[in-house]
């Protein structure tokens, strides 16, 4: 990242830079250059005398003038910033100057032109063959204005620059041009001269046709005056571009002519796909087309910087948590991240309109609505955590056309791995920093077993998977019965969904309960789920019926607020119509044996799932031996369970959790470090914890915990649990890495502040992207 403290480079990278073309780009990066120490003498060609005078006048030039061969003896780089019908006879320059001596063989050949395949053509035409020297480049840089006057050293910082490698460039002349590039701050790309081309061809020259296009359409139109008088935001936004220069766009559109009307003839097509959905007024597929391409623009940086979706630039946050002391209220928890995902999934897999209400708008459920929005489906909302699904049926998906991005998500890769091992498309599904280091041979594995091709393509069985859609040689999946080492719902959820479409029956047989959302969910929709035990089974070649889906709210998300009233004093917290699903109330259970104070109330179902209100009143928590059959029923609870288990009376013995050191982070560690940190004595076992609580049995509620510094390891649940912390705190706590908390809890710190806690939420840019 470039910083504007840092110091001018001490050792200059070229003896003399000759700049050809004193325009905003060229004077810009001589300014950069001088600035920042890269040569000891610049000099520039120019046509126009006066830029030259007022460049030798400002210091920036040691020399100028109209000719190249004047001043360019004795330079080792060339920056080119001419126009790019101009670059022939300025590279016909060079290369007399080269012949005559005025310059070496391997002086550098850069240039900041907008196409690059013509800059080499002319090089080539000018040279006979590519000169050593040559790197092609392109900052992706610009400003309103141009000329000498407009020019700023900054003009490059942060912005991307493209660096064409070519297989007759020198090493080492490509490696200075990168550390001038990064010297003034820019971040350097390289790809091929053709992709380039091919690129800037969608994403600057299209844009730029049409927008001058559009100006043209209406000023030609009769009523031209009115056109423009009432043209508004958007007619000014979408031709903003048609202000720059003709003269520029008219030599790229023809330096880079072929790709261009490639992308053109692409852009027809778009243009006429929508014109029949609109003559035929087919709303479903218009909403599908709109609603993807308004979640692209807004979504296509995270994907490209693997960040968060939520958010709209690369944030970081952190808490700073003051001691309080107690808790009360009664509030609405979001809904649940399981059922979220599930509804996505099989309501865009079923025949009909299904319509959902208490979706979870956190990012991992939107991670998964984006994933079947770029497979075609028209999704509608979230408005107010409402949705309409559009569902497509079991073979309606179409290939996404870009990698699908699940950033944090286990869940939607685990499960979505299943689906999309038996479409007829292949696919690519890719994550964030933390997913992509998650185990996902314990989905491959079974799937490969059942006939999917699927490759974990990281480095130890993990993601990019890329996934061979077994449809695609007319082929099915087959049915297996799998004991599953682990009770894990993700593993299970993903053989029954891959099982929709085997060949026969698949069953799965898990150690212990494990959330059966999917078994319920599937029974919802019309496909018949046989449960025997702990074996699961489902059988191929059946249909999905759209049905309403009402999610309850997230007890996993609740957990945070039971623990905060349980081991706060005199506290009582209600929380409404959350789901108690039995294969998820492991932390009730647990709970209530460390002898909390918990009622149910109001229990009725919605969904098809069990909900009830919760109400938590403090209490004095003993410490207990975790059963572990309990385990998988509180999988996600535990980072919170540690809270409480700090602050009850005696020792809890965590043990059969191995799982947890596989999750958004290795909860056992970094739980531990957390805990030790604020004072706790616990120790790490192989597969849990042992925690000596620091509680007293005087009914008083002391501090437990002292201050510190938590690193969440941007794990959401890991934060949100020593947030609770500071209940019983006696000095503040800050927790790092805090941005994780919107994949599963939007707006838990305002919740949690509306109850009692005080939390100040610190938003920076974050210097990891
Ligand atoms: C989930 C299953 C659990 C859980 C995760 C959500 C699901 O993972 O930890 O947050 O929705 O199926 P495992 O199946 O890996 O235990």
């Known amino acids: 990242m470039y910083n504007p403290k840092r110091k001018p480079n001490k050792s200059p990278l070229s003896q003399q830079v000759c700049v050809i073309g004193l325009g905003l780009i060229g004077a810009s990066v001589a300014q950069a250059i001088k600035d920042h120490g890269l040569s000891p003498r610049i000099v520039a060609v120019d046509r126009h005398a006066l830029s030259l005078a007022e460049a030798m006048d400002d210091g920036l030039l040691q020399a100028g003038s109209a000719v190249l061969s004047d001043v360019v003896a004795g330079s080792d780089m060339i920056v080119i910033a001419v126009p790019v019908q101009t670059v022939p006879a300025v590279m016909n320059d060079i290369a007399a100057a080269m012949r005559a001596g005025l310059i070496a063989s391997d002086c550098i050949i850069t240039d900041v032109c907008s196409t690059k395949v013509n800059v080499i053509e002319a090089a080539q035409a000018a040279f006979g063959a590519l000169p050593t020297g040559l790197v092609p480049a392109h900052p992706i840089a610009g400003a309103e204005h141009s000329g000498y006057h407009a020019r700023r050293a900054t003009l490059f910082v942060n912005h991307s620059v493209i660096v064409c490698t070519l297989e007759s460039s020198a090493a080492k002349a490509i490696t200075t041009v990168c550390r001038i590039w990064e010297a003034i701050g820019a971040q350097v790309m390289t790809m091929s001269a053709t992709r380039h081309d091919q690129i800037l061809a969608h994403t600057s020259h299209l844009p730029h046709l049409l927008a001058f296009n559009l100006v043209e359409q209406l000023a030609g139109h009769d009523d031209n005056l009115d056109m423009f008088r009432y043209a508004a935001g958007g007619f000014r936004d979408f031709s903003r571009i048609a202000a720059s220069d003709p003269k520029m766009w008219h030599d790229i559109f023809f330096a880079n002519d072929d790709a261009i009307i490639k992308a053109l003839d692409t852009y027809n097509d778009y243009l006429q796909h929508l014109r029949t959905l609109i003559v035929q007024k087919d709303s479903t597929a218009l909403m599908g087309l709109l609603g993807r391409a308004q979640a692209a623009r807004r979504h296509f940086g995270h994907m490209l910087s693997s960040t968060p979706y939520t958010d709209t630039s690369t944030m970081s946050a952190s808490y700073t948590i003051t001691p309080s002391t107690t808790v009360s209220g009664t509030i609405a928890i979001p809904g649940d991240k399981s059922v979220s995902h599930r509804s996505i999934m099989l309501g865009s897999l079923a025949e009909g309109v299904t319509r959902v209400t208490g979706f979870l708008e956190g990012e991992d459920a939107l991670a998964t609505l984006q994933a079947f929005r770029d497979m075609g489906v028209t999704i509608e909302g979230p408005h107010d955590g409402e949705l309409v699904i559009h569902g497509v049926g079991m073979n309606g998906l179409k290939p996404s056309k870009t990698p699908i991005y699940m950033g944090?998500?286990?869940?939607?890769?685990?499960?979505?791995?299943?689906?999309?091992?038996?479409?007829?498309?292949?696919?690519?599904?890719?994550g964030d920093a933390s997913l992509t280091k998650r185990p996902m041979e314990r989905v491959a594995a079974p799937l490969r077993q059942m006939g999917a091709i699927i490759q974990s393509t990281g480095e130890k069985g993990t993601a990019p998977l890329s996934i061979t859609g077994r449809a695609t040689a007319g082929e099915t999946l087959k049915g297996i019965d799998y004991d599953m080492p682990v009770a894990s719902a993700q593993i299970k959820s993903c053989l029954l969904l891959a099982g929709l479409w085997a060949e026969g029956t698949t069953s799965v047989t898990q150690p212990e309960v494990s959330r059966d959302h999917t078994e319920r969910m599937l029974q919802a929709f019309g496909y018949p789920v046989t449960v025997d035990g702990n074996r699961i089974s489902v059988t191929g070649g059946?249909?999905?019926?759209?049905?309403?889906?009402?999610?309850?709210a997230d007890i996993s998300s609740a957990a945070f607020f039971m623990v905060a009233a349980a081991i706060s004093q005199n506290s009582e917290l209600?929380?409404?119509?959350?789901?108690?699903?039995p294969t998820r109330t492991g932390i009730i259970d647990i709970l209530k044996l460390m002898q909390a104070d918990i009622t149910l109330s109001n229990q009725t179902h919605v969904g098809g799932e069990p909900v009830a209100d919760i109400t938590i009143r403090a209490s004095q928590l003993v410490g207990i031996e975790i059963p572990e059959h309990l385990v998988p029923l509180a999988i996600d609870e535990f980072p919170v369970l540690f809270i409480a288990a700090s602050c009850a009376v005696g020792r809890t013995v965590l043990t059969g959790a191995k799982e947890l050191r596989v999750k958004e982070s290795d909860r056992i560690a970094v739980m531990a470090t957390g805990l030790q940190t604020l004072g706790i004595d616990c120790e790490v076992t192989e597969d849990g914890m042992i925690i000596n609580g620091k509680g007293v049995t005087d009914g008083s509620y002391p501090a437990v915990f002292g201050g510190g510094h938590i690193v969440s390891h941007h794990d959401h649940r890991i934060a949100m649990s020593f947030t609770v912390a500071s209940l019983r705190a006696s000095d503040t706590i800050t927790i790092e890495g805090t941005e994780t908390v919107n994949t599963s809890f939007p707006d838990f710190a305002g919740l949690a502040n509306q109850v009692g806690m005080a939390i100040t939420v610190t938003e920076s840019e974050s210097t990891e992207a």
């Open 408 to 430: 944090n998500s286990g869940t939607s890769m685990r499960l979505l791995s299943g689906i999309l091992a038996a479409q007829s498309f292949d696919s690519v599904l890719t």
């Open 574 to 581: 209600t929380l409404k119509q959350v789901g108690i699903n």
């Open 542 to 552: 059946g249909t999905l019926t759209a049905c309403d889906i009402a999610v309850p």
